[in-house]
């Protein structure tokens, strides 16, 4: 099964052919940020689910009690771009409203269900982050 580099490197050049269905169908998209440090590009692979014309991914990090890198990056620039298959957009990226959220999180946590156990393993209110296509 793919992951981290190798799962990144694999989608991109089958325009996820291999890698956008993952554990048992799961889809995943890449979605690259900017590093906060760095400067540079940060491609991670992430579970998604749609809203509206909208993209939905999770900021759990498997319930650690700290964010994953890719989200304190967008925190920092919220200019993103986005992989799903072939379609490749620049987006822009945002938390999910309080109002949105329970929404978002129910439907997020029916395409992968751990998302309701890493929530229980930290304090941390796992965010819910909208990717809207800029253009």
Do not use: C
């Not at 690259?32 to 400067?39: A, E, M, N, V």
């Not at 992430?46 to 989200?71: C, M, N, T």
């Not at 986005?82 to 929404?103: G, I, L, Y």
Request: charged fraction near 30%; avoid cysteine.
């Amino acid at each position: 099964m793919l992951f981290g580099p190798e799962h990144v490197k694999r989608y991109v050049e089958t325009d996820g052919e291999v890698g956008h269905d993952w554990r048992d169908g799961v889809p995943t998209l890449i979605i690259t940020t900017t590093g906060r440090r760095s400067g540079e590009p940060r491609p991670t692979p992430l579970i998604y689910g749609r809203h509206g014309d909208d993209y939905l991914v999770v900021a759990s990090k498997g319930g650690a009690p700290e964010p994953p890198a890719w989200y304190l990056n967008l925190s920092d620039d919220p200019n993103v771009q986005v992989q799903v298959k072939a379609d490749r957009f620049p987006a822009h990226a945002r938390t999910a409203t309080s109002e949105e959220k329970a929404e978002m999180w129910r439907q997020m946590a029916e395409i992968w269900p751990a998302y309701d156990e890493y929530q229980g393993k930290t304090d941390r209110e796992i965010p819910v982050v909208v990717l809207e296509r800029s253009a």
